[in-house]
């Protein structure tokens, strides 16, 4: 069994608690804080560099491993599902925005650095970024289907709510 195995095995366990994001991070961070067994695991099945590496996908639960390249800029969105992020390398920049009747407002930011989990609520509504020099790759799970679900993103100019696709 690998250390992916184990840890897909660990969240499955952990549906259905209340604090689930909380515990899937704290089973999250010694993978993160230490990520040779980890990085090497994800690499080996990502199909191509920059690509996600799907590691498991279910009606209840999607685990990957995300790359992000130096200088890129997500635009505002949702998962509308609870997630976990834990970086393993680089820096993600995280901005985080409430929903208005006019559109989002900016609530807060944080940067996530190596060895780092943050867990999300289903209507959290963020956007990251990578201002580093190199790529930053993270660990991502998320409560059901993420491919699956219909989920917004926001114009960063205009802040108009759009489907992410």
């Known amino acids: 069994m690998t250390v ?13 608690q209340s604090d689930v994001g909380e515990r899937i991070a704290e089973a999250m961070r010694p993978l993160v804080e230490a990520p040779a067994e980890l ?4 690499e080996d099945l990502r199909p191509e560099p920059g690509r996600p590496a799907v590691i498991h996908r279910s ?4 685990v990957m491993g995300l790359e992000v390249a130096a200088g890129f800029v997500s635009p ?3 998962h509308q599902l609870w997630a976990v992020v ?4 680089g820096a993600e920049d ?14 807060g930011r944080a940067v996530l650095g190596q060895g780092e989990c943050l867990a999300l609520p289903p209507d959290a509504v963020h956007g990251i970024a990578n201002s580093g020099g190199f790529p930053m790759r993270a660990l991502h799970v998320y409560g ?22």
């Not at 992916?4 to 259905?16: I, N, R, W």
């Open 144 to 165: 059901g289907d993420l491919f699956a679900t219909e989920r917004s993103k926001w114009d960063p100019v205009s802040g108009e709510e759009q489907p992410f696709r």
């Open 86 to 89: 834990g970086v393993y390398e």
């Open 94 to 107: 995280n901005v985080f925005y409430r929903r208005t009747s006019d559109g989002i407002d900016e609530t």
């Open 59 to 62: 009606d209840k639960l999607t």
């Open 39 to 42: 990085s090497k695991a994800i």
């Open 76 to 78: 505002p969105h949702d």
């Open 4 to 16: 992916l195995d184990e840890f897909v095995t660990t969240c499955e366990a952990l549906l259905g």
